[in-house]
T-cell receptor, first 117, second 115 residues
């Protein structure tokens, strides 16, 4: 079974621009979570989508947004880029045991490395 | 104070050594505990997954959870140069409203195993 894929792998943008990152989950996985990884803050949760709905959101400004399509693929968008947005953006997918307690094992993609100049 | 604390290292050991990696946490709601391995320029790879307290073994890897002390460990036996990577602990509470899909990560410990 193919793993989580993310495109593009590398991006270079300038301040003020916007960017869209894409994530294709493992086949059959319905939940997609996004994380930002930086040397200073480590891995921080951005948001999670399930059945095209955002179920959970981390503590990031509104410039960070996302969406999920009917095939579970997800995109995240960052508008008005700032230097501090330079990071590795990771997508993780899971089966999602909705409403049954427990938790879902998350499988990560290789990430998109965003550099903001 | 962060919810999950992990010594970033780096930790350098000779090949064949037993490695001990640890995390402490403050949120008593955490019930699920994971260890991920991340090689340079790659995404995190799930190594171990445990629920509540106790031990779990998988090959050369053993994960321990002590909820009374809010302390988790990952032991690597017979360490190999290929184990050189960053090891991240991650945790989550039982799924409920407002906490789905969110893992809380430690900072990660960089491990180098020297031949």
């Amino acid at each position: 079974k193919a793993g989580v894929t993310q495109t593009p792998r590398y991006l270079i943008k300038t301040r003020g621009q916007q960017v869209t990152l894409s994530c294709s989950p493992i086949s059959g996985h319905r939940s997609v979570s996004w994380y930002q990884q930086t040397p200073g803050q480590g891995l921080q949760f951005l948001f999670e989508y399930f059945s095209e709905t955002q179920r959970n959101k981390g503590n990031f400004p509104g410039r960070f947004s996302g969406r999920q399509f009917s095939n579970s693929r997800s995109e995240m968008n960052v508008s008005t880029l700032e230097l501090g947005d330079s990071a590795l953006y990771l997508c993780a997918s899971s089966l999602a045991t909705l409403g049954r307690g427990g938790t879902d094992t998350q499988y990560f993609g290789p990430g998109t490395r965003l550099t903001v100049l | 104070q962060k919810e999950v604390e992990q010594d970033p290292g780096p930790l350098s050991v000779p090949e064949g050594a037993i490695v001990s990696l640890n995390c402490t946490y403050s949120n008593s709601a955490f019930q699920y505990f994971m260890w991920y391995r991340q090689y340079s320029r790659k995404g995190p790879e799930l190594l171990m997954y445990t629920y509540s307290s106790g031990n779990k073994e998988d090959g050369r890897f053993t994960a321990q959870v002590d909820k009374s002390s809010k302390y988790i460990s990952l032991f690597i036996r017979d360490s190999q140069p290929s184990d050189s990577a960053t090891y991240l602990c991650a945790m989550s509470p039982i799924h409920g409203s407002g906490n789905t899909g969110k893992l809380i990560f430690g900072q990660g410990t960089t491990l180098q195993v020297k031949p």
